[in-house]
């Protein structure tokens, strides 16, 4: 089946504790980028990659790194997570980066950092 | 600047009543405009897209949006809601200036169905 696959789903930290947030897509998609959504705020993207190696910031990037080592995989980190970085967060592929292909979603990683 | 306005954040209809869920964007290119929605605890899923080819644009579970330039508006429709349309919706433009997916969502609107 096709799908975005984002570990964990719920993430309990405490701040300053670094973490990992994986995302793997098995659609041999280029594009892959990840977004926070917030309460009254929709869906902001922190980092996008348009291939392998090749990573860019979105629009809220601050405390955030990603890596694409491989097409299929795309983590998000957090080196010193604080409390506002607490979010849902959604990792997204796309099968080019054109502007009118479609983003497949991830079930999404709820983070709380206390 | 590039916007997307979702003009009702909560919207509640009775099962086999219409549909409108209300959006406005600005842009100075050529977009592309995209409904998705997100069921609770699920990730988004696409229910259509305009790609400036027809106006009136088909989706997944019988809604549909049209693309009106004059009135910057890309509205969602559906001519009867079931139980399971409620989610909440988001309407998503990418602006074109850039060539490539760079997409800005609105903040969403949750429709409500009631028997």
């Known amino acids: 089946e096709a799908q975005v696959t984002q570990n964990p789903r719920y993430l309990i930290t405490v701040t300053g504790k670094k973490l990992t947030v994986t995302c793997s897509q098995n659609?041999?998609?280029?594009?892959m980028s990840w977004y926070r959504q917030d309460p009254g705020l929709g869906l902001r993207q922190i980092y996008y990659?348009?291939?392998?190696?090749?990573?860019d910031k979105g629009d809220v990037p601050e405390g955030y790194k990603v890596s694409r080592k491989e097409k299929r995989n795309f983590p998000l980190i957090l080196e010193s997570p604080s409390p506002n970085q607490t979010s849902l967060y959604f990792c997204?592929?796309?099968?080019?980066?054109?502007?009118?292909?479609?983003?497949?979603f991830g079930q999404g990683t709820r983070l709380t950092v206390v | 600047a590039q916007s997307v306005t979702q003009l009702d954040s909560h919207v509640s209809v009775s099962e086999g009543t219409p549909v409108l869920l209300r959006c406005n964007y600005s842009?100075?290119?050529?977009?592309?405009l995209f409904w998705y929605v997100q069921h609770p605890n699920k990730g988004l899923q696409l229910l259509l897209k305009?790609?400036?080819?027809?106006?009136l644009v088909k989706g997944i579970n019988g809604f549909e949006a049209e693309f009106k330039k004059s009135e910057t508006s890309f509205h969602l429709t559906k001519p009867s809601a079931h139980m399971s349309d409620a989610a909440e919706y988001f309407c998503?433009?990418?602006?074109?200036?850039?060539?490539?997916?760079?997409?800005?969502f609105g903040t969403g609107t949750r429709l409500l169905v009631s028997p």
């Open positions: 990659s348009m291939n392998v190696e090749v990573t």
């Open positions: 997204a592929s796309s099968l080019r980066r054109g502007m009118n292909t479609e983003a497949f």
């Open positions: 305009y790609t400036s080819a027809a106006t």
């Open positions: 998503v433009v990418n602006p074109g200036n850039t060539g490539f997916q760079k997409l800005v």
């Open positions: 842009s100075s290119y050529s977009p592309s």
């Open positions: 659609m041999n998609h280029e594009y």
